[in-house]
């Protein structure tokens, strides 16, 4: 870990005066008592800090995770029971056990599985579940629907039910968090805002719900994890660690690329994953990284990873004081994570998506639209969005286009897109019709500038059309041979490829191409 600098001090003691009331609302998002909020902010970033690569990231629980977690886990057992927050553990353990392998394999690139229309479909679509999830505590009232939109609705249906000292103190807090943002960034307005309604809930015999008493000390080591049931957990550890990466990794992108400095994907992935198996064992629930206290941290001057260590020293010494927030509304912890959340409430990507890309714009929409229908299994509208970026993708790679034209005699074909073993085919018949309704053409000419990659099997298929044309007494030409395929291209097609060969490639005999199939006898391919 690098030398800690005054500046850490003051950045990471900043963030934790943010984290600490931050945590406790995520913790009530996710389904798990308030106090091992406090527990997931304060070991994974002590924990974290001498793996990281950004000096800003630093993992605590977040709300996008925190809904994840609370989706993957309520169909198996009750929110806030034991056997819940035991999931809860089992369920850090395998994100970080994920992401640490993904970052020894440095396969990193694996986050950008998530793609932009796949997340401007799930990350509003998200934040609408979250927002109904709290909209009920912030009213004062509680709902019998299982499901969070219905709930929603349900207490907005029933002002009768609502506490008006909820809903009073929840409106003040979020006005002073709102306010504080505009007088400046480092004001903690959060922690006023708790601190100001824990105050009034003491002196006022406040009458709602509050967080009660928390019952934090210091965390304890436990290796009691229910291990029968991770194979349940399996696709919801998964979403979890690529999704809560994918935020760390767009935030930690940005700041490198504002500040020019260099960041490793993979060191971020084994950071984010030690986290989540700290906070496995010490009574936490899955963390990830949050673009607000990221923001905050470099705001505040961070200038290493250290700052993330005093963020968790900080919460961790502060542990004990838990029992002064016994008296804690609860409706101000919810409009916390309302506050949080809303902005990220944002159509205009999606209408940006529609007006761009038809294709990817069905990516964003049945996405959104499968993130609201499926929840609380939130995980797998998740899923089904990379399947289907996946098939969209391959639909537009299975087909290459031919731009020709003709001058005399002269053929010129030039394919535009991906040569590969799925397009070579329909290349090899789409050249054969247009030599076929082009019989005064006594030359070909193959121009190959706008390949955007070409395999073996796309470089066989051309060797299959030359030997084809020539046999037919046609003149072959290959021009413009892109740099990323040249070297596949030289060693099947041999001379008829532009440029001669580098001194490191091996050079082909230039004699005539053979056919594929004597290639294949001979052992070369």
């Excluded at 943010?18 to 106090?35: D, E, F, M, T």
């Excluded at 553990?89 to 994920?98: D, Q």
Aim: with cysteine; glycine share 8%.
């Amino acid at each position: 870990m690098p030398r800690l600098q005054a500046q850490d001090v003051l950045a990471g003691a900043s963030v934790a005066l943010v984290l600490i009331p931050q945590s406790l609302a995520y913790a009530q998002l996710a389904g798990v008592p308030a106090y091992r909020g406090l527990f997931a902010a304060a070991i994974p970033p002590l924990v974290a800090a001498p793996f990281a690569s950004s000096p800003y990231l630093q993992p605590g629980p977040t709300a996008i995770t925190a809904l994840l977690t609370f989706g993957t886990l309520s169909p198996l057992a009750a929110p806030g029971s034991a056997r819940y927050v035991g999931l809860a553990l089992l369920l850090a353990l395998m994100v970080g056990l994920i992401r640490i392998l993904v970052g020894l394999l440095r396969a990193g690139v694996i986050s950008f599985l998530l793609s932009q229309p796949l997340l401007n479909g799930f990350v509003p679509a998200a934040a609408i579940l979250i927002l109904a999830s709290q909209l009920p505590v912030a009213l004062g009232t509680t709902s019998a629907s299982g499901h969070v939109v219905p709930a929603a609705v349900e207490a907005l249906a029933h002002p009768e039910g609502w506490g008006t000292a909820a809903i009073v103190v929840a409106v003040l807090a979020a006005a002073a968090m709102l306010a504080s943002r505009r007088l400046h960034p480092l004001v903690p307005g959060i922690l006023l805002a708790v601190v100001g309604a824990t105050v009034y809930s003491r002196l006022a015999d406040y009458s709602s719900a509050t967080v009660g008493r928390l019952g934090a000390t210091y965390p304890q080591f436990t290796d009691s994890l229910p291990w029968r049931e991770a194979p349940h957990l399996v696709a919801g550890a998964a979403v979890i660690a690529l999704l809560g990466f994918a935020e760390a990794a767009s935030i930690a992108r940005t700041y490198a690329a504002m500040d020019r400095h260099r960041w490793d994907a993979d060191r971020e992935f084994l950071a984010q994953g030690v986290a989540n198996v700290a906070a496995a064992f010490s009574g936490g629930f899955p963390v990830g990284a949050s673009f607000s206290r990221s923001a905050l941290n470099r705001l505040a001057g961070a200038r290493t990873t250290a700052s993330g260590f005093v963020t968790g020293a900080v919460v961790l010494l502060l542990l004990p004081l838990g029992f002064l927030l016994a008296h804690l509304p609860r409706s101000v912890l919810a409009v916390t994570v309302i506050v949080s959340v809303a902005p990220l409430i944002r159509f205009t990507h999606i209408f940006e998506v529609m007006r761009w890309s038809r294709p990817q714009a069905s990516i964003t929409l049945v996405t959104f639209v499968l993130t609201l229908a499926l929840e609380p299994h939130i995980e797998r509208a998740l899923l089904a969005g990379i399947g289907l970026s996946v098939a969209v993708h391959l639909w537009k790679e299975l087909d290459v286009e031919i731009h020709t034209t003709r001058e005399g005699a002269v053929l010129e074909v030039q394919p535009v897109g991906v040569l590969w073993f799925a397009t070579a085919g329909g290349l090899e018949v789409r050249v054969l019709d247009l030599l076929a309704s082009n019989p005064g053409v006594d030359r070909l000419r193959l121009r190959l500038d706008r390949l955007g990659r070409c395999d073996l099997s796309g470089a066989l298929t051309l060797r299959t059309l030359v030997n084809d044309a020539t046999a037919a007494g046609l003149t072959i030409e290959i021009l413009g041979a892109p740099p990323q395929a040249r070297r596949v291209l030289r060693r099947v097609l041999g001379s008829l490829v532009d440029d001669a060969p580098t001194d490191d490639e091996p050079r082909m005999p230039q004699n005539d191409v053979g056919r594929p199939d004597d290639a294949v006898a001979s052992g070369t391919l």
